[in-house]
Structures are given as structure tokens and as C-alpha cells.
């Protein structure tokens, strides 16, 4: 069963730094691309970040380009978004979700993490 | 960037009725969009992939068509656990979604 737990969402002032990670199970991690997507409360869904099974490549979201930094350790089955320099408009559910192939070409999200709550508030 | 327009907004519906949602796209995708449905404190869920793939284990009563620009999601025979908000994705470099369409029971 494909499992996806993201973790290290917190309460944070504006202009800090916080990391999220999403441990993964149930299938080969390091055959797919995996993203973020992101959700404001009552909102709809934002793409966040892509990252490419090797994680030769990434992709973001002009919203948060500069500012978040996706990255992946296929020993660990676990991917990661690095945080930086937050904005009360990034206060949102943050989910991770396995891209249903490689990286290349199309990309859908054939599976999600629950979530984990991000909230920018001094 | 690619702009992703659903149509209606909301709908209201009755168990058994047939409902149409559709998106626009700003450019033309080929068949490159999906189609979600998300429930209140849930994660979305994927149905239609490549604008008219069924994704396994989703029922037949949802389908999905277009290309270029315009597509459609029909579901032929609404049930009560379909009550939800659907989001079509265009699905390229720079994925995007549509603002989302919640349906209601009428």
C-alpha cells in the first residue's frame, strides 16, 4: 500500500525558515517524480515544486521561486521542501503527492500525504 | 503561464442526475489534464488522467473528454458520495489547477 506522511509543519514568523518532509512507502520511491501541493484554508489546490526521480530536476511555482527548495534522498524514501523567507500568503496545508511516472512529460499526482499545516503568523 | 478555467463554480444536484463540469485551458494542452475530487479534510483524489484515462479503482460512471482547450468531466449518474469539489490540472512542466467545482445536494 503506497503511504505518504508529511511531517514539520509548525506555526512560524513572517521571514522565517522551516522544512517540511514526507516519508514514503509502499513503492519504489526512486522510479517517480514527486511534488508539493498546497492548499490555503478554504482555498483550492496550488502547485508548489516538482522534483524528478534523480533529482536532476526540479521545477517551482513563480509564487515561491528563490524562496523554496525541493530535494529528495531516495536512500531515505523521503522528500523534502526547504522553506525560506515565508510570507503570510504561503500559510497553507502542504501536501506531498507521487507523481504518476518518472519525471518527464506528464505529470499527474496519482497519490497524496494527508497534509501537514504551515501557518505564517508573527 | 497556463490558466485553468472550470465551469460552473458550484452546482446543485440530485441523487441520479447526470453532471457536466468543464475547463478551459488559456493554450491548448493536447491531452494533457486531469481530474480530482477532493472531500471536506481529505486529500484529492485522482479520477481521470490524460484528459480521458480512468484511473483504477474509480467508478465508470465518471468519464472524462476534450483536448486542445476545452474538456469535460461527466458523471452519468451522481451517487451520494460524490457530493464533493472537483478540480481539473493541466499537466505539464508547470502543472496548474482549475479554481475547483464544488457540487451540492440539491
Known amino acids: 500500500e503506497v503511504q505518504l506522511v508529511e511531517s514539520g509543519g509548525v506555526v512560524v514568523q513572517p521571514g522565517g525558515s522551516l522544512r517540511l518532509s514526507c516519508a514514503a512507502s509502499g513503492f519504489t520511491f526512486d522510479d517517480y517524480a514527486m511534488h508539493w501541493v498546497r492548499q490555503a484554508p478554504g482555498k483550492g489546490l496550488e502547485w508548489v515544486s516538482l522534483?524528478?526521480?534523480?533529482?536532476?530536476?526540479?521545477y517551482y511555482a513563480d509564487s515561491v521561486k528563490g524562496r523554496f527548495t525541493i530535494s529528495r534522498d531516495n536512500s531515505k524514501n523521503s522528500l523534502y521542501l526547504q522553506m525560506n523567507s515565508l510570507r503570510a500568503e504561503d500559510t497553507a496545508l502542504y501536501y506531498c503527492?507521487?507523481?504518476?511516472?518518472?519525471?518527464?512529460?506528464?505529470?499527474?499526482?496519482?497519490?497524496w500525504g494527508q497534509g501537514t499545516l504551515v501557518t505564517v503568523s508573527s | 503561464d497556463i490558466q485553468m478555467t472550470q465551469s460552473p463554480s458550484s452546482v446543485s444536484a440530485s441523487v441520479g442526475d447526470r453532471v457536466t463540469i468543464t475547463c478551459r485551458a488559456s493554450?491548448?494542452?493536447?491531452?494533457?489534464l486531469a481530474w480530482y475530487q477532493q472531500k471536506p479534510g481529505k486529500a484529492p483524489k485522482l479520477l481521470i488522467y490524460a484528459a480521458s484515462s480512468l484511473q483504477s479503482g474509480v467508478p465508470s460512471r465518471f468519464s472524462g473528454s476534450g483536448s486542445g482547450t476545452d474538456f469535460t468531466l461527466t458523471i452519468s449518474s451522481l451517487q451520494p458520495e460524490d457530493f464533493a469539489t472537483y478540480y481539473c490540472q493541466q499537466a505539464n512542466s508547470f502543472p496548474g489547477f482549475g479554481g475547483g467545482t464544488k457540487v451540492e445536494i440539491k
Open positions: 503527492a507521487k507523481d504518476i511516472a518518472g519525471g518527464s512529460g506528464e505529470h499527474y499526482f496519482d497519490y
Open positions: 522534483i524528478s526521480w534523480d533529482g536532476g530536476s526540479t
Open positions: 493554450q491548448g494542452i493536447s491531452s494533457w
